[in-house]
């Protein structure tokens, strides 16, 4: 079955730097990738996420990339603002064959003043 | 707005004592699943429910119940909570098949005593 390792587990970075938190994955059939930030104490929320069938994504101060050769996607986000720390958690999925997605172990990202 | 939302948020029970938790949703999707998520770690899925078909998830322990009498409403039951149960309950949403996103409550966190 699919496995998606995350990478860091835990990441600090200088308000205003940009973040950067890698994925792998290894069923060559997964085709859709998500992103969900869990704040503490809450569900997680859908933040972006990408189809097998483009390289890179943006929505405003995020963005993510997919190599489907490496079998690797990742999360940047740019100008982090302290509201930007929490767990991140990479995922992936096949769409139209399974209902389910497979997560990460997630990043806690912590956003320094 | 459209959401996914879970009752109780937080809820305590004793050591053996039947529990159930509720989640519906206004989304009018087709599945429903439960995760249990426990102190760091990523969502674990126990089961999920297209329409009125159940998924088990083979590792999933027989402890855990469930059940979705109608689109809105999918119950998760614990007939015996040991003290290993303590943790947050996720329910999730998605229009499933080519719609993988899914749509995350805010979870209910169990505590068992």
């Known amino acids: 079955g699919e496995n998606v390792e995350q990478h860091p587990s835990t990441l600090s970075v200088q308000e205003g730097d940009s973040a950067v938190i890698k994925c792998t994955y290894s069923d060559s059939a997964s085709n859709y990738f998500p992103w969900y930030k869990q704040e503490l104490g809450k569900g997680p929320q859908l933040i972006i996420d990408?189809?097998?069938?483009?390289g890179e994504k943006k929505d405003q101060r995020i963005a993510v990339t997919l190599n489907k050769t490496a079998k690797h996607f990742s999360l940047h986000i740019t100008e982090t603002q302290p509201e930007d720390s929490a767990v991140y958690f990479c995922a992936a999925s096949i769409m139209n064959r399974d209902d389910k997605i497979i997560f990460g172990k997630g990043t806690r990202l912590h956003i320094l003043p | 707005d459209a959401m996914v939302i879970q009752n109780p948020r937080y809820q305590v029970t004793q050591f053996g004592k039947p529990v159930t938790l509720s989640c519906s949703q206004t989304l009018n999707h087709n599945v429903m699943y439960w995760y249990q998520q426990k102190s760091s770690q990523a969502p674990k899925l126990l089961f999920h429910?297209?329409?009125?078909?159940?998924?088990n998830e083979a590792d999933t322990p027989d402890n855990f119940q469930s059940r979705r009498p109608n689109t809105s409403f999918c119950f998760l039951d614990i007939r015996s909570p040991g003290l290993g149960d303590a943790a947050m309950y996720l329910c999730a949403t998605s229009r499933g098949r080519a719609y993988a996103e899914q749509y995350f409550g805010p979870g209910t966190r169990l505590t068992v005593t």
């Open positions: 990408i189809r097998s069938n483009v």
């Open positions: 429910y297209y329409d009125k078909d159940f998924n």
